[in-house]
């Protein structure tokens, strides 16, 4: 199996590492360029995939490259009967870090967080592309000096919404099967119309919904066909009112949502509006935007115990008298008598932590 080869170089220079996520499509690996000893990600499918994805994906993301939060593609080819495509390694998807955080954000980290997946949305439209799958999954924070900047990935399920010669837009269909992710799907999507700008959107402001509530109005409902669960998911999400979905929440939420919904097939959406719109609510609940998310100040909660409880086992009075100590002869060596006995007590005695040179010889006498 080539997930096993380690061996294998991909493109002649990334070692594999471990896996460290996958999906339908296949396996996410950490590799290691050994020229560099830069770690990459590789994803991984299989040539015989019932719906293979990785080369389209792969051409979306080149068209995409030079954005900011788009993670660079290295390089993609074949090895071992695999398609392979070799990119930036990055760190936890948003999912990740809402279950980190308790699956609860405050305000200022979603709104710090909506600023930044409005920015990459914005940008993918501008390039004819619609991703088709928003969802917190989806979004992956950078690493090291990119350790704030958020990343969008997976483009398997985009669609160019515009002919990028002519600039015609996408036609207006109806009875299409919904693509992507239930939850996020807006409520056209779930219709069986076909997808366009809005629907990102409308899946955007659900995430950021999420994010507030700690979960939607139509998760974990019952149902026994797939069919049959999107339906109902469909019907909850339609009879459940924008303002009582944002209930409790800042305005802005509720106004958001209600512009996307609003916005036809077609039409482009203010990106600008919906950002300010965010930005100012953010400016007058006087946040300062300093990068510090809910996650980073439980990191450094966590750090600062273990280094408070550290400090303190250095500081105890039983820790300094262990280190003060002489060394210890090996536990449980014991001391044979001179004179055997019948007595198997008598015979053989553990000789204590602590004990001098002095005191086992007068236990040697004490014995015989």
Not at 225 to 233: A, L, N, P, S
Not at 272 to 285: D, E, H, K
Not at 341 to 351: E, H, I, M, P, R
């Amino acid at each position: 199996m080539f997930t096993s080869r380690r061996e294998v170089l991909i493109a002649g220079k990334y070692k594999m590492v471990r896996r460290i996520g996958g999906g339908s499509f296949g396996d996410i690996h950490l590799a290691i360029n050994i020229s560099s000893g830069e770690e990459v990600a590789v994803k991984i499918e299989n040539i015989k995939a019932r719906h293979p994805q990785l080369l389209y994906e792969s051409r979306v993301y080149k068209m995409l490259q030079g954005g900011i939060g788009i993670p660079h593609i290295r390089w993609y080819g074949y090895e071992k009967d695999h398609n392979i495509l070799v990119m930036d390694l990055l760190g936890p998807s948003l999912e990740d870090l809402f279950n980190f955080c308790s699956r609860q954000f405050t305000i200022k980290t979603v709104l710090m967080l909506a600023d930044q997946m409005l920015g990459r949305v914005e940008f993918i439209h501008c390039k004819c592309f619609i991703h088709r799958d928003i969802k917190p999954d989806n979004f992956l924070m950078g690493i090291g000096r990119h350790c704030n900047k958020l990343y969008m990935i997976d483009f398997g399920l985009a669609k160019k919404f515009r002919d990028l010669r002519t600039r015609a837009h996408i036609s207006y269909r109806e009875d299409k099967n919904l693509t992507g992710t239930a939850r996020y799907a807006s409520i056209n999507a779930h219709l069986g119309i076909e997808q366009s700008r809005r629907d990102d959107m409308e899946s955007l402001g659900y995430v950021l919904m999420y994010f507030n509530r700690g979960s939607l109005p139509w998760q974990g409902l019952k149902a026994i066909t797939k069919k049959q669960k999107y339906e109902r998911i469909s019907e909850k999400k339609m009879s459940t009112p924008v303002e009582v979905l944002c209930k409790g929440f800042p305005a802005e939420f509720a106004m958001y949502l209600n512009y996307c919904r609003g916005l036809t097939f077609d039409e482009a959406p203010d990106y600008m509006y919906l950002r300010q719109l965010f930005r100012i609510l953010f400016r007058t609940m006087n946040y300062q935007y300093d990068y510090t998310f809910d996650w980073t100040i439980l990191r450094q909660r966590k750090q600062t115990m273990e280094a408070g409880a550290a400090a303190a086992d250095r500081r105890s009075p039983s820790v300094q008298r262990r280190a003060q100590q002489p060394p210890q002869p090996p536990p449980n060596n014991e001391v044979k008598s001179a004179h055997a006995t019948a007595d198997s007590a008598a015979n053989k005695q553990t000789v204590k932590g602590h004990q001098s040179v002095s005191q086992m010889k007068k236990k040697l006498t004490a014995i015989s």
